[in-house]
């Protein structure tokens, strides 16, 4: 019910309530005591009344005495029993209605008096249902069927009831029929319908109608002083929100021209009007003036003050003095909190934190401003659109300057504002975007720590795995709201819609999520089948499946684009994984056939070698050469691919590579140095093996350099395996030099003691990791070669302790250290030591 209809007391007045065929519930109140024992005589003098008039029912009989009874009902209204005459009136009147006695002046009586009750008893228990306002509207309709003329109270309840059922013209009808001299009745309808209006997301009534309706108000000559001053404040407001300062300065200056007294606090409220509408224009001198006039008249604490201080931090605003602003915003929000003046300030104070720098405060404060958009009662001239377009502002200046963070969550707050079915398709676009840019941002700062390029952030091998996860996670959220902002954009801008499609597929595969990727992907190649980025849309396939491992699937998608379109760029770009999955398909079987690809993109034909497409198949083709076992082609591969581009010589995984293509070319030497040669080609084959062995050892120290200047956490598990086979590989080229060089005793003694420095390292780095055996074991051999057979003994048997140690699975791993080669040395040292330890034995 409305406010001004629970001024009203005893018959005169309230709101609908439960109907006569159903009384509504009614909550139990405990008494609190002697002050409430009055309650106790009221209740049994109803009791009494409504006992009376069962009985004077009664002894009426055969003939109702419906005149007594009615009497008892007005007499149960006047002392508030409405439950009682609501009884009354049910049974026994209501149930003898039809009787012959019930005149019409007997019906319009009943009919009149169950409105009332009904109305003043819904009011009574606060109560808003529907069901008691139609019935209000029922019982008066029908008065009026059997002749009844409302009076103006009545004419008030009525109107009251159809406004609270959404009958909005239908009860302002009944409120213009109260007479004049009830005018006070009218205007409280004419009120309520009015705050209503304001009050509401979805208002009955459009801005004009509710001017109109002011203007009523205003212009009534029965209207008091205070009730034009609100019509007027209230046009003002209206005005101003609909944007219009210009109109609202005009109407409102002869308004204040008009009071007997602009010193009084009324006056000082619409000078308050009258400084915002002049801020709207642009003009804060002005608004200042008016400003300061208003604050010269309102209490201290008055509402309208802190608006005004409110209006007196956006000029400081203005005028570039965030500080200031902040300063009476703050004060503001903390004195007034709880007003609808503390939710403009709260939003003042979110954009002046944000101008200074303050971006986590500022959100803070937006927070609270959303907070206060869900009370009507301190929302006030706050609302969504105007939060929202502020909440744009911060959002463009932040990911302007590359704060994807706080981009991000003034994008979220935005966000909020909506509920999710109707969140509007720029809103689901700003965190798309955000996201997508925060993923990269992410994966741009991890790739420079590494020292990858831009292009290669997304090596899941060369990164720090927790940004990498993060990046990832920004990557869908960015996919999973593109997708959304494409579903929304389809109807209203195919493009539009096809953009974003394509850019959740792009998304969804950085973010490592490759069946989604497809899946997207196939989407707008279906769709969008002439659109130039098609071919690119399958050469993306291609790749998701080969980051799967479906191997067969991608080649069949890049074999696809080499006939289907062999002159595009993607023709050019899937030469390169199209060679890498016949390798991967066919466990380097296919080698023949990858080379032949990587060769033609190597020829000059179709790339030159600054081309990005060069530099991939050159690397590439020096890999497989590395693991097809074709060492020298790998070791010329790999140094043409350094020479061209010198910061691969930045990028240990390509130094690895190249060591172990020197180390193991020097291991393929060995042997053939084993069969019979001409001398020359020894000479030559010798020299060759050490100058392989040289070079890996000085590869694998530059590969530990650049891996132990990487935060040791942020090492990947393939850089981590990496460092400790790099350590431990240069012990063992140290120890193949020293054993190369067996007729230079000095340089051989040298090397041996150089390898025993790079095992024990190795060992002492590694030793919870059952490659630290390794170095055991070569330390073991490089003593037997310096003839320390002592020492050779105690490293014996440490490393036989070791051995113990570990289970027998551990030298499962592939990625052990651990060749034939050392256990062999190993095992003709032992031998040696077994023999030198039994002789010691047999000696007297």
């Not at 689901?428 to 955000?434: D, G, K, Q, S, W």
Request: some cysteine.
């Amino acid at each position: 019910m409305a406010e001004s209809s629970k001024k009203e007391t005893g018959t005169s007045a309230g709101t609908p309530g439960a109907p006569p065929a159903a009384e509504a519930p009614r909550r139990a109140v405990p008494l609190r005591g002697r002050r409430d024992l009055w309650q106790i005589p009221v209740l049994l003098g109803a009791v009494v009344l409504l006992s009376i008039g069962l009985m004077k029912w009664v002894e009426g009989a055969p003939r109702p005495d419906f005149e007594a009874a009615l009497k008892d009902v007005e007499t149960l209204l006047e002392q508030r029993e409405y439950d009682a005459a609501l009884a009354l009136l049910r049974d026994p009147i209501g149930t003898h209605l039809g009787e012959p006695e019930a005149t019409e002046e007997i019906r319009q009586r009943y009919f009149l008096l169950s409105g009332d009750a009904t109305f003043l008893s819904a009011r009574q228990k606060e109560a808003d249902d529907p069901a008691y306002h139609e019935q209000v509207v029922s019982m008066y309709s029908q008065a009026r069927t059997h002749g009844a003329q409302l009076d103006p109270r009545r004419l008030a309840r009525l109107a009251d009831s159809l406004v609270s059922l959404g009958r909005i013209q239908d009860g302002l009808k009944e409120a213009r029929a109260i007479p004049d001299d009830s005018a006070e009745l009218r205007h409280r309808v004419i009120r309520r319908v009015v705050e209503e209006c304001l009050a509401s997301e979805k208002p009955a009534l459009n801005t004009e109608e509710v001017l109109d309706l002011l203007s009523e108000l205003k212009d009534d000559p029965r209207s008091s002083e205070q009730e034009r001053l609100w019509a007027v404040t209230q046009q003002t407001r209206l005005r101003l929100k609909g944007g219009y300062p210009e109109d609202a300065i005009k109407r409102l200056i002869p308004e204040i021209a008009r009071l007997d007294s602009r010193l009084t606090p009324e006056a000082g409220e619409l000078f308050v009007l009258l400084g915002r509408a002049y801020l709207e224009i642009g003009d804060p001198d002005a608004a200042e003036e008016q400003l300061a006039l208003a604050l010269r008249v309102l209490p201290e604490g008055d509402a309208a003050a802190a608006q005004a201080q409110v209006m007196n931090g956006r000029i400081a605003q203005l005028r570039g003095e965030p500080d200031a602003a902040r300063e009476l915003y703050e004060m503001v929000y903390t004195r007034f909190a709880h007003t609808p003046a503390a939710q403009e300030a709260a939003l003042g104070l979110a954009e002046t934190r944000a101008q200074l720098g303050d971006f986590d405060g500022s959100i803070q404060a937006y927070e609270d401003v959303l907070h206060g958009l869900t009370s009507p009662e301190l929302r006030g001239d706050t609302d969504p659109q105007t939060v929202e377009k502020s909440l744009v502002d911060r959002y463009v200046e932040r990911f302007a300057a590359e704060d994807y963070v706080h981009a991000l969550g003034y994008a979220a707050l935005i966000e909020r504002l909506y509920p999710v079915e109707r969140l509007p398709a720029d809103a689901l676009l700003r965190i798309a975007e955000t996201n997508r840019a925060l993923g990269a941002q992410l994966l741009g700062k991890a790739g420079e720590a590494a020292g990858v390029d831009a292009d290669e952030a997304m090596d899941p091998t060369r990164l720090d795995p927790v940004t990498l996860e993060e990046a990832r996670g920004r990557f869908f959220t960015a996919a999973e709201y593109f997708r959304r902002h494409a579903k929304a954009a389809m109807l209203g801008d195919p493009e539009v819609a096809a953009e974003s499609l394509w850019n959740a597929a792009d998304a969804y595969d950085r973010a490592g999520e490759q069946e989604l990727a497809i899946n997207a992907f196939g989407d707008f190649v279906q769709a969008r089948a002439q659109d130039p980025r098609a071919v690119e849309g399958r050469y993306r396939i291609a790749r998701a499946h080969q980051s799967r491992g479906d191997y067969a699937l991608a080649i069949k998608f890049f074999e696809e684009i080499l006939e289907t379109s062999p002159r595009s760029d993607m023709a050019a770009r899937a030469t390169v994984p199209l060679a890498q999955c016949y390798l991967l398909a066919s466990d380097d079987a296919d080698s023949e056939k990858a080379e032949r690809l990587l060769l033609t993109v190597l020829d000059g034909e179709q790339f030159e070698p600054t081309a990005a497409q060069f530099r991939a198949a050159l690397i590439e083709l020096g890999q497989m050469y590395r693991r097809v076992g074709r060492y020298p082609q790998a070791i010329e591969r790999l140094n043409e691919a350094i020479t061209r581009y010198p910061e691969l010589s930045e990028r240990p995984e390509i130094l690895f590579t190249l060591a172990d293509a020197n180390r193991l070319s020097a291991a393929e030497i060995g042997k053939m140095l084993r069969e019979a040669r001409p001398q020359a080609e020894r000479i030559d084959l010798v020299r060759t093996r050490q100058e392989r062995l040289q070079e890996a050892l000085a590869l694998y120290e530059r590969v530990r350099e650049q891996l132990e200047e990487l935060d040791p956490r942020t090492l990947t598990s393939l850089q981590s395996t990496m460092l400790r086979n790099a350590m431990l590989y240069r012990g063992d080229c140290a120890f193949d030099l020293g054993e190369e060089a067996a007729n230079d005793p000095a340089v051989a003694q040298a090397m041996f003691e150089r390898a025993i420095r790079y095992y024990d390292g190795a060992a002492q780095r590694y030793a919870d990791d059952p490659a630290s055996l390794v170095a055991m074991v070569q330390i073991v051999n490089c003593y037997a070669a310096l003839g320390r057979w002592r020492e050779a003994l105690t490293a014996h048997e440490r490393a036989k302790s070791r051995l113990r140690e570990m289970p027998d699975q551990v030298w499962d791993d592939a990625n052990s250290p651990m060749a034939r080669a050392h256990w062999e040395r190993w095992l003709a040292s032992s031998i040696r030591l077994d023999e030198m330890a039994a002789a010691e034995r047999q000696e007297p």
